[in-house]
């Protein structure tokens, strides 16, 4: 059954009182998130007549703060971020039934694309990655969370980071004939997945990808999506490439590219709002400004209403392959507006 059926209109009629609901929610069981609605003025008893008005909390924050919404005794598992930026490593605290509801939208997500069946699965990474069972690096909760969607999973590179050619032509020998599922970030799947099948001849044409993790590393080699789809499909013959944008801060919900390319989509548990980052009003279609990213799948945690540090552009409603919002990350935003945004709540959430 699609995730992906909901028009606008239908999303925030369905989507706005849940989310009130973990509004207050998070209120009752989290000090820290009550005492930064308080900072800012918003009573208890607030009411939201849009999505874009219910209050954010800047994702930085899990990186210096513990926001968690249910007792110590009760977190099933700790999920932390890279924390590159300097400012640490977010740190996300789940129960089992946070943990089992992500695990079940994501599947119902990708399902979209994938079809119910569990596939043959090339992870375009290093099975250390998986190793510490208990506290996961983002890399390491996104090999994991996906392999369980996938069968007869073979690692592209070995435990030097290296890449393993032969493992992955006895995979293509025993289930390149028939659809298979390949996993990676998106600048592992180009250096180690592209290239190694570009210079072997190796078939991808039955595989399906999904990729995530950013363009950066691919722009200063100058390929962009565009050019990522074009050359796996003309070295390759892999055509089923599927982009997603997603976060550890809210684990489980990813917005996935549609069939056409270059626009990501929100399942009907999530949302997106792109606010300008003067005003922090909502930006028309068309216009860039910041991604904040709605879901309610958070429950454990107030990460149900996220400002995001990237950029992105709302490239249309209603009138792409799947309803609702469609849009595009544009890149990170620069890093004196990142601070400010998390800057505005340091004081509130000491």
Request: net charge negative; with cysteine; glycine share 10%.
């Amino acid at each position: 059954m699609s995730v992906f059926t909901l028009s606008e209109a239908e999303r925030e009629a369905q989507l706005l009182p849940r989310l009130a609901e973990l509004t207050a929610h998070h209120r009752e069981n989290s000090t820290g998130y009550d005492r930064i609605l308080s900072s800012l003025g918003i009573e208890r008893d607030a009411g939201f007549e849009r999505i874009a008005d219910l209050p954010w909390l800047p994702v930085r924050l899990f990186k210096t703060h513990d926001l968690k919404s249910i007792p110590d005794e009760e977190v099933f598992k700790t999920l932390t971020s890279s924390g590159t930026t300097g400012a640490g490593a977010s740190r996300i605290y789940l129960d089992k039934d946070a943990a089992a509801a992500q695990t079940r939208q994501l599947g119902a997500t990708l399902q979209e694309v994938l079809g119910p069946d569990r596939l043959p699965m090339l992870m375009v990474d290093t099975i250390g990655i998986i190793k510490n069972r208990r506290s996961f690096s983002a890399r390491g909760a996104g090999v994991l969370g996906m392999a369980n969607f996938g069968r007869k999973h073979t690692y592209v590179l070995d435990e030097n980071d290296q890449p393993d050619v032969e493992a992955v032509k006895q995979f293509l020998a025993a289930y390149g004939d028939k659809p298979f599922l390949i996993f990676g970030f998106t600048f592992m799947v180009w250096q180690y997945l592209y290239e190694v099948a570009r210079e072997h001849k190796l078939d991808l044409s039955n595989g399906i990808l999904v990729h995530s993790g950013g363009w950066k590393k691919l722009i200063d080699r100058a390929v962009d999506n565009g050019e990522f789809r074009r050359r796996f499909k003309a070295d390759t013959g892999l055509h089923q490439i599927y982009n997603y944008y997603g976060m550890i801060e809210q684990i489980g919900t990813v917005f996935l590219e549609g069939p056409s390319g270059n626009s990501l989509y929100c399942p009907d548990f999530a949302d997106v709002v792109i606010r300008n980052p003067q005003t922090w009003e909502e930006q028309p279609v068309g216009e860039p400004g910041v991604i904040e990213v709605i879901s309610t799948l958070p429950h454990s945690y107030p990460g149900h209403v996220l400002l995001t540090e990237d950029l992105g552009v709302c490239n249309g409603i209603d009138d792409g392959d799947w309803p609702g919002k469609h849009f595009s990350v544009l890149g990170r935003l620069p890093k004196a507006e990142a601070r400010g945004c998390s800057d505005t709540f340091s004081g509130a959430a000491a």
